[in-house]
């Protein structure tokens, strides 16, 4: 027996009448429900049993849309004037933005023009160090570095590589039955074997 079919034998002997509300989706599935309200179990009606509706958005035959966020569970039924005026709200807000990011005016641009112009100025190198100052932190520099170490990067960091090596050959010869007549593939050998 089917859990539907014990639940319908136990509310008869109870005497408890449950009348549940159904309504179809826009492809005809009937769904069935106590209440289609918020917080209400919903089934998805078939042959042999009811199947809790899986999580997702569905439109209904009146244009209402159903959402499911927990299986089997209503979330909320919104109508077709509340998504309408959920998308008038989100393209109100877009134009908001759009109206808000709008063009720089002119004296905009002239303190732009002028914060980059500084930025470069403090970039640039200056030529103002006095020679004193730049013997002093070359000579500096040239001190720092022990000898050893100057030792060390003066030789070479390794032996040079001999890209013209001689290569020496070596010929394989192989007598295999010396006395009989040469075939094709005796003397196609023979020829790779003198290159």
Do not use: C, H, W
Not at 28 to 42: Q, S
């Amino acid at each position: 027996m089917k859990p539907s079919e014990m639940l319908n034998q136990v509310k008869t002997l109870l005497g408890v009448e449950v009348k549940l509300e159904q309504m179809k989706l826009e492809n005809g599935t009937v769904l069935e429900a106590d209440k289609f309200e918020a917080g209400n179990e919903i089934f998805i009606v078939t042959e042999d049993e009811k199947v809790a509706l899986p999580v997702g958005e569905y439109v209904l035959e009146d244009g209402q849309t159903l959402v499911i966020e927990e299986e089997g569970i209503i979330k909320e039924m919104k109508s077709e004037n509340e998504e309408a005026e959920e998308v008038e709200v989100e393209v109100e807000a877009k134009e908001e933005e759009k109206e808000e990011m709008g063009y720089a005016t002119k004296e905009e641009l002239a303190e732009v023009k002028s914060m980059i112009e500084e930025i470069k100025a403090m970039l640039e190198p200056k030529e103002e160090m006095s020679e004193e100052v730049k013997q002093e932190l070359s000579s500096d520099v040239v001190n720092e570095i022990p000898e050893e170490v100057k030792q060390e990067l003066s030789e070479p960091a390794a032996e040079p590589i001999n890209t013209n090596a001689e290569v020496s050959k070596t010929e394989v010869k192989f007598n295999i039955a010396s006395k009989r007549k040469m075939s094709t593939l005796d003397r196609v050998m023979n020829k790779i074997n003198k290159l």
